[in-house]
């Protein structure tokens, strides 16, 4: 019988009804008491009333004297009094108040005299006096239940003479990572090896929210050792997460050890990514089946284990700061669910733009990037370029309005000149998305982005850029920043195992190439030496098959999947592969008027102008450098 998800429950439905299924069953949060200086961060588990009161005694508030106020009335700038031993009490501040005194006298006010002290003001009753209970009176509620522990309450507690409190106890949350091809991170996996670093990303997320990660070995996939595994953990711990065996393949257990043990309530959320979820309980201990794709494992943390913890630390859901925003590149999503989309996301002008990011869902460093999450809902089919669409924030908005904005044609030096420009100004940071130059040139002239790396070469006469810029921009309002020269090649396997000796090779049976996407300047660049050259495109086994990033076709090649790829020198470095060398192009940055005086393009160009600037470029290799940050004519 062909497999089949139990449900494909709407997100918020499924959330709402796991939550109350687990109530139902006993699932309940746990106390214990710790010393009140140890408490910071935790939450109370019932409120906390103060013991004694704070002050507990009449206390000075001034270095001084204590005095019967009685005694000074009359004074004034004209009629001092003269107060003699006997009539008042040095004290300093914090000093118990004298018997039978009921104000006190700043140091200040007092003109020492042979007979005692004059004072030329006369003092109100209680005055510069702190009161028993002034900041609590013993019995006066401190902190009520259910409320987070902050450095200035652990001063009043203690002031209230409260020295232990009970708090909700952090729930014990365990993850057992499954699988035959899992392995422990290392250096040198083996081909076919997995890394596991989900229970290391589910950790910090559960350590960041209040909750005790506890990681167990890894299982193989085996049911009996995945049920034992599971059933050890739900003795010892608050809430169990397996990952991972949620979907549909042949060993993929999860499902069917949750149900031995006790009961699959969802299998199947209608989300994108992470709809294998597996929600279930053994007793009243929650019981989660996380997919295996990191990023799919982050959403369901995120959206389904979340509201579970804020339960247990009996809180309500944390204010979701919601941003409307501009969208560069259109988003397709399918009807059947609600999918997660990462963007990257700054400030262009006053408008807030957004580039999706890379959806795979095994993609972990879509998250790392993203500024925040464009949720497509469930029925919808995505949304077109420049929609304006409400994104769910990651970054600070401080961070957004501080954040060049770079959009078009891949180049690793702009993650270096990212590095730089944050080093040398922390406030300022970079965002870059790479779409290709022609995308870049689009961006600009749609006011989406504050500079776009270009390198369009003009066939007919072999200039680059301006002939581009003329006709996109024919009314002017950009300037064109000169960037660097920069070897262009073919990317081969070390040792050039096929012998390729020039650019027309490529067509050579048996070679299997990896190409750029449509409108970046290698694709042009690609196409223009097929002509040159006499290549028919359709005699080149891959030349449909496309990449984003020079690294990316650079690490096709080095993985094996390749064996040939137009790319720059400094891709073909990073990983070691042979390099035949075909041209130098111009690599600019393109700058719209609008942008120029905008503090992080200003640093952009001093940066390219430094010495420290050329010698990262020089130590990468493959560029050509001819006076960096200047501006090229475009007339």
Known sequence: MGFS??????????RKAYLARLIE????SRTETVPVPESCGRFTARAVYAAISAPHYAASAMDGIAVRAHDTFGATETTPVTLKAGQYVVVDTGDPIPEGCDAVIMVEELVRTEDGVTIHAAAAPWQHIRQIGEDVCAGEMILPGAMEITPAAIGAMLAGGVLEVEVIAAPRVAIIPTGDEIVPPCADPK???????????????LRRWGAEPVTYPIVKDDFDAIRAMVERAADACDIVLVNAGSSAGREDYTASVIASLGEVVYHGIAIKPGKPTILGRVGAKPVLGIPGYPVSGIIVIDNLLRPVLDHWFRQGPDGTHLV????????????????????????????????????????VTSFMKADGILTVPQGLEGYPAGETVTVRLLSEEHRLRNTLVVIGSHDPLLDELADMLHSDAPELY??????GSMGGI?????GEAHAAGIHLLDTETG???LSF?????????VKLLRCVGRQQGLMLPKGNPMGIRCFADIARPGLRYVNRQKGSGTRILMDYLCQTDGVDPAAVYGYEREELTHTSVAVQIAGGSADAGLGIYSAASLYDLDFLPICIEEYDLLVPDSAWDTPMVQKLVELLKSDKFRDRIEAMGGYTLDRPGTLIELD
């Open 469 to 477: 810029l003329k006709k996109y921009f024919p009314n002017g309002g």
């Open 430 to 435: 970079m965002s870059s998305a790479h779409v």
């Open 191 to 205: 081909p076919g090896d997995i890394l596991e670093f989900n229970s290391s990303i589910f950790s910090a997320m």
């Open 324 to 363: 409307t925003a501009t969208l560069t590149r259109p988003v397709v999503s399918g009807l059947k669910y609600e999918e997660f989309v990462r963007v990257r996301m700054g400030y262009v002008g006053d408008r807030l733009m957004a580039s999706p990011l890379a959806r795979g869902s095994g993609v």
């Open 442 to 446: 689009m961006a600009v002239r749609r």
């Open 25 to 28: 069953s006993g699932f309940a």
């Open 5 to 14: 998800y139990l449900n494909n429950m709407p997100l918020a439905q499924a």
């Open 463 to 465: 200039v680059y850029n």
